[in-house]
């Protein structure tokens, strides 16, 4: 536990660390960058090496790979303030840190390729089964495969993606006869991007194309068994306590603060307009409204209900793991269901402001409008959608709920 002690609390105030200033201060370059990053479907390079710079991209990489190693709550906040200023750029940062840290599970000479050259590398790609094909060969495999969500494919160093290996032409299984699945990182150099498969109603500017990779070698320091679950602690040799905590402190939340950040650009953008428009029709600003108020209230109490259960329980969590006991699976239960509701609670938020915001709603130029979309597509991932509730009820009435709250 000594490695743990090192970082056992938790920053009494998020908003003053010096990463998360970072963040606030990037938002008017992120927004002066919008209309390009919609346009071109990706990050503009110039703001990626500014993101880069601010040391956005090696956030959850261990101190002794050039990391900052920060606490999950910080991790959160920068996501959360990128994303009030571009959902796509709060996206494209939290997806990248989930896939450095599914690295981290990688073998030594694997952790060292990949993050072993100064610069941090920037993953995209997908750590969910399915997509690519392998043979076995000496050293590694030959591997084809087509991937979906290449999420930053077009600024990224590295593709994580999952396959299947065949023998004799049949997937290898597991001891139980299920589908055996191994994770792997290309090169980006490797990897071809299938032009026009992100065409979406938000979220344009991620870039998540579908990517190939046609009989390329996969050596075999670049690959490790997918366990069934995002993270499965496979980094867990790594000493501190952000290692040492479960995956649910980390997948779910990272999605959640990308919502709720854009939830609160969508309030503030509400704001602002209520304070000049007058509807037509009418003798009085929007804002004198008490429709309009109640709304403001309502959204406001409900976003942060929401994100203070988040932090609430992935606090409880950590500060479980730095006492040196083991997390429960109540504990865990909360801790996955709590990015859910920080999600439903910022889209009932964003619902609200979008009804009061009249037909400035709808314009395609409205930041309210850019926000709705945003965040509906944000809303619709996995990681933060409806089933994680019977799975969470399941643990707290003490019954069976599979291997996905470890």
């Not at 609390?9 to 963040?23: E, F, I, R």
């Not at 703001?47 to 790979?65: C, D, K, N, T, W």
């Not at 990779?213 to 995002?230: C, I, N, Q, S």
Request: glycine residues 10%; charged residues 20%; proline residues 6%.
């Amino acid at each position: 536990m000594d490695a743990i002690a090192e970082d056992a609390h938790l920053p009494a105030d998020v908003d003053a660390q010096p990463l998360v200033q970072a963040a606030i201060a990037l938002r008017p370059e992120i927004r002066r960058y919008h209309a390009q990053i919609e346009r071109e479907q990706r990050l503009a390079p110039p703001l990626v090496e500014q993101l880069r710079a601010a040391g956005f991209y090696r956030m959850v990489i261990p101190r002794s790979l050039g990391g900052l190693q920060v606490d999950t709550l910080t991790y959160l906040r920068v996501v959360e303030v990128l994303a009030e200023a571009a959902g796509s750029v709060g996206w494209n940062v939290c997806n990248n840190s989930i896939g450095q840290l599914v690295s981290l599970g990688l073998p030594d000479q694997g952790v060292e390729e990949v993050h072993g050259q100064g610069a941090p590398s920037i993953i995209a790609g997908t750590a969910v089964q399915g997509g690519g094909q392998a043979v076995p060969v000496a050293g590694g495999y030959r591997i084809s495969g087509r991937w979906t969500f290449g999420t930053g494919c077009q600024e990224a160093d590295w593709m994580l993606g999952s396959f299947q290996i065949l023998d004799d032409g049949q997937p290898r299984r597991r001891a139980d006869g299920g589908s055996l699945y191994w994770r792997a990182l290309f090169p980006s150099a490797e990897a071809q991007v299938v032009p026009g498969s992100w065409e979406v109603a938000g979220l344009r500017g991620t870039g998540s194309f579908d990517w190939t990779v046609k009989d390329v070698f996969l050596p075999e320091h670049r690959t490790m068994v997918h366990a069934g679950v995002p993270l499965d602690n496979q980094w867990s040799r790594w000493p501190g306590l952000t290692y040492a905590l479960p995956s649910v402190c980390w997948v779910g939340p990272h999605h959640s603060s990308v919502i709720t950040g854009i939830a609160r650009a969508g309030i503030d953008a509400f704001i602002e307009l209520a304070a000049d428009k007058t509807p037509r029709g009418r003798t009085f600003r929007l804002n004198d409204s008490p429709q309009v108020q109640e709304a403001v209230g309502r959204a406001d109490a409900m976003l942060n209900a929401g994100r203070i259960y988040r932090s609430a329980m992935i606090t409880e969590i950590w500060n479980t793991i730095a006492a040196g006991k083991e997390s429960t699976l109540e504990q865990r239960s909360r801790c996955r269901l709590a990015p859910v509701y920080a999600a439903e609670c910022a889209r009932d938020a964003m619902d609200l402001m979008y009804r009061h915001g009249g037909s400035t709603s709808f314009k395609t130029e409205s930041r309210l409008a850019e926000c709705w979309r945003d965040l509906h597509v944000v809303g619709q991932t996995v990681t933060i959608g409806p089933e994680w509730y019977p799975i969470g009820g399941r643990a707290l009435l003490g019954m069976d709920t599979g291997p996905r709250l470890r």
